[in-house]
């Protein structure tokens, strides 16, 4: 038998799953919380600043693969033939001409500027909105693939906005590189940004890299946006590669320190979403949900089929992302379960001010679940409370991070479980105008598939989210199907399977639940989604 290792970079964690690479058992996994993250540390929440150091990357990388080991011994170690990782994203940082983020050198070790930029980091938003002004009046829209909106949490925005911030960081910045591409690159002791490979699902869907281009958007355009991005561009890259090829092999010092085998293949990196989607065994037309503190949604079609589409409002649509040979178009909301833990957090404010910690702790984690419960027996009635989703912007359809969160038809009558549950309704109602723009657009969506944190916890979101698309909904059984569908990649780098389809086949977890929607409330659902989308206008003109 043969492993590989499944690396899941999420918002607060890293997982390891170890994973039997010839009928996809899992094996052993270890999650490793982000001691630095978790402190709140190098993060302003008002100012929408969320950076993670990357010695949280780094210390979760060994301690997460030898959690993992440590369950199964060294004899399934000394089979392990690959690891992949997928990560959050955007999450670029600045690094030096050796590869190194500048956060690991003496000189930015406490700079924000230096670290990575998490995915919700938003503040880049005037310079996206730059970015999208100039690309409507240039000769090339450089953003038609990617919906026509360029996104502020997304790759050069945040390259641009660091540069203008922080003169230190411009002078010692050689290149930029994407968490899943260095992580790789890191692995294999080879982190040269003019020669790591690339990921063809980050360049394509985060920094407008197109082979119409002939790669990255030209440097007059790059130039005219602001001359501090001069020759950044040739410091970047032209090619990209898709997560079934390799980086390289595992380098002498990682190998030492995992216990592995200097033979180990370390595969091209790609975000979570998108290998999540490989293991929920997303075939053409399935819409794949993965539903956590966000969501990102995603599609693949055959080229020939939708490749002359140019879908508006998306993040992307790129040959390659997901599946090889397949377009892969990418959706999502900037929150989801975030707008749950915002209730939460709120509910919980005066446990945590007037009881012991532990305490308060074990009160404040059964407030989700009964909220669930309560809001699952209320009536639904086209007079409910009407929420936006708003909480961290808008996502898809058409990127706008400037919007807020909003909630209405409250009265003196109105209770913790009436809110909780507009506040789910209307991550199902954004939900659907995804789903509607897609349809709009002429895509199709077969089947619905979820996965996730939420997806595995929430039985009342889900089946709210069924009731809202009037689509069945089926939930992969994996419990950490991102790092399954990077095991299923990890393992045709490797070439124990000739395609990631095959490994698809041979590794897929199937699904453990399938919630259908109750005709019942079609009707009224109608309503109040015509009511969510009367605010959405609401708040787009008075934002």
Known sequence: MQ?????????????????????????????????????????????????????????????????????????????????????????????????????????????????????KDHTANAEAEEINQLARRWAIDYTQYVGGIYSSEWFWAKILHTLRVDEKVRAAAFSWVEHCDWLSAELCGQTDP???????????????????????????????????????????????????????????????????????VIGVGAFDAHMGAVGAHIEPYTFVRVMGTSTCDMLVAPNEEVGHLLIKGICGQVDGSILPGMLGMEAGQSAYGDVYAWFQNLLSYPLKQFLPENEAEALVVKIIPALSEQAAALPLSADDPIALDWFNGRRTPDANHTLKGLIAGLNLGSDAPQVFKALVEATAFGSKAIVERFLAEGV????????????????????????????????????????????????????????????????????????????????????????????????????
């Open 194 to 264: 003019l020669t790591l490979r690339r990921s063809r699902c980050a360049a394509g869907h985060k920094a407008m890299w197109h082979e119409a281009y002939e790669g990255l958007p030209g440097e007059d355009f790059l130039v005219a946006l602001d001359p501090l991005l001069t020759g950044l561009r040739e410091r970047l890259f032209r090619h990209t590669f898709t997560a079934d090829q390799a980086m390289g092999k595992i380098s002498p010092v990682w190998a030492k320190k995992l216990g592995l085998s200097e033979n180990v």
């Open 3 to 119: 492993y590989v290792i499944g690396l899941d970079y999420g918002t607060d964690s890293v997982r390891a799953l170890v994973v039997n690479a010839q009928n996809g058992d899992e094996v052993a996994s270890q999650v490793f919380y982000y001691p630095r993250w978790k402190k709140g540390l190098y993060c302003d929440p008002s100012q929408s600043q969320y950076r993670q150091h990357p010695l949280d990357y780094l210390e979760g990388l060994e301690q997460s693969i030898l959690g993992a080991l440590a369950q199964v011994g060294s004899a399934i170690a000394a089979r392990v033939v690959g690891i992949s990782v997928d990560t959050t994203g955007s999450t670029p940082v600045a690094v030096n001409a050796q590869g190194t983020p500048l956060s690991l050198t003496p000189e930015f070790a406490e700079n924000p500027h230096g670290m990575f930029i998490l995915w």
């Open 444 to 543: 199709p969506i077969k089947k619905v598939v979820a996965i996730g944190g939420v997806a595995k916890k929430s039985a009342f979101v889900v089946q709210t989210l069924a009731d809202v698309l009037q689509l069945p909904i089926k939930v992969v059984r994996s419990e950490q199907a991102c790092a399954l569908g990077a095991a299923m990649c990890a393992a045709t780098a490797a070439g124990v399977h000739p395609s990631l389809e095959a490994a698809q086949m041979a590794m897929s977890s199937g699904f453990e639940e399938e919630y259908q929607p109750n005709s019942d409330k079609a009707a009224i659902y109608q309503v109040l989604y015509q009511k969510y989308l009367s605010l959405g206008q609401f708040m787009d003109q008075n934002a």
